[in-house]
């Protein structure tokens, strides 16, 4: 199985930041990679797809970027409304397996 | 707009099999698969397998042996049903769609259902 990792687990950040996190697949994933944002109690919304693609109606704020091993989540103007946990997904291989997520909090 | 919207039992005991149903609203069945995914309390997501319109199934393999999806085209329903449950299967269950046609990278999982929580407890 592909086992991907997130860096850093959590990281607080206050209103109007730019935050990166980061994803690293255990093997090449070419750019099948998805992003994903939770919120307590609510089901994961779907960011970026194939990588750097923007889900339809997701804000331009958010961008992906990377391929094959190393990828990366950027937001811009952090709002309070994007305080939230983040996961990465590989949908290179089966089965799809997700990053353990990050938790963005205000600082 | 898809709408993924799913039910099933909420309280278990061990032992017993969960059965939970996602019903696709709005959207074409064919085309997708189907794919259950679940996420034990305060702890991050798993994916559990998914399946084709015609049947074609995937599962991740630790799990294969006590998971079983299915499903239903005539209602466009897809169910899972888990066998002998324990405390360790406690955890939210999300049905989501992904497109089956993987051109631009576009096979990711684009919309999910609302999830279940499903509590194992004697």
């Known amino acids: 199985d592909i086992q991907m990792t997130q860096s850093p687990s959590s990281l607080s950040a206050s209103i109007g930041d730019r935050v990166t996190i980061t994803c690293r697949a255990s093997q090449d994933i070419s750019n099948y990679l998805a992003w994903f944002q939770q919120k307590p109690g609510k089901a994961p919304k779907s960011l970026i797809y194939?990588?750097?693609s923007l889900q339809s109606e997701v804000p331009s704020k958010f961008s992906g970027s990377g391929s094959g091993t190393d990828f990366t989540l950027t937001i811009n103007n952090l709002q309070p409304e994007d305080f939230a946990t983040y996961y990465c997904q590989q949908y290179n291989s089966h089965p799809f397996t997700f990053g353990p997520g990050t938790k963005v909090d205000f600082k | 707009q898809v709408q993924l919207q799913q039910w099933g039992a909420g309280l278990m005991k061990p032992s017993e099999t969960l059965s939970l149903t996602c019903a696709v609203y709005g959207g074409s069945f064919s085309g997708y698969y189907w794919t259950w995914i679940r996420q034990p309390p305060g702890k991050g997501l798993e994916w559990i397998g998914e399946?084709?319109?015609?049947?074609?199934?995937n599962y991740n393999a630790p799990l294969k042996s006590r998971f079983t999806i299915s499903v239903d085209t005539s209602k466009n329903q897809f169910s899972l049903k888990l066998k002998s449950v324990t405390a360790a299967d406690t955890a939210v269950y999300y049905c989501?769609?992904?497109?089956?046609?993987?051109?631009?990278?576009?096979?990711?999982?684009?919309?999910w259902g609302q999830g279940t929580l499903v509590t194992v407890s004697s």
């Open positions: 989501a769609r992904r497109r089956s046609d993987c051109t631009g990278g576009g096979c990711y999982s684009d919309s």
């Open positions: 399946i084709s319109h015609s049947g074609r199934t």
């Open positions: 194939a990588a750097s």
